[in-house]
């Protein structure tokens, strides 16, 4: 024997289930996730920055964390100008600025060809990219 459910309640579930549904495709923002694998020299970038800037348009920037090796970064849809940044302690070497508090010092390593002066670009287009990024010195 079926039941026949309310109009609301039916109206009620059909909502929940398209809110589930949109919700676990996309927020609707119009960016796209882009992900990846970042190394420098051969080794996993181990903590960095990874930067896409629009070259189309208001150029808006689109910022993530690497951690062991691996970004996820939402994006505008387009071709983007890519900068990537990591730092690391040098080793034996300390700021004695503070007496009695020596700091270990740190170092940019990743070369300005990949940040402040990038060659690197992608474009980024459907529903989903995969894009890693190999540097060298």
Known sequence: MSKILPLSVCVGIAATACLLFTGCLGSG????????????????????????????????????????GEYTVRVEPGPAAVEIRASRLIEGKFDESNPG???????????????????????????????????TS
């Open 101 to 135: 508090e020596p700091e270990q010092m740190g170092e940019m390593y990743i070369p300005e060809k990949y940040n402040s002066r990038t060659e690197l670009e992608v474009t980024v287009e459907g529903s989903e990219v995969k894009k890693d990024f190999e540097l």
């Open 29 to 68: 923002d119009g960016l796209v996730p882009v992900t990846g694998k970042v190394s420098f020299d051969g080794a996993p970038i181990d903590d960095g920055r990874i930067q896409f800037r629009s070259l189309e348009g208001d150029q808006r920037a689109f910022a993530g964390v690497i951690e062991n």
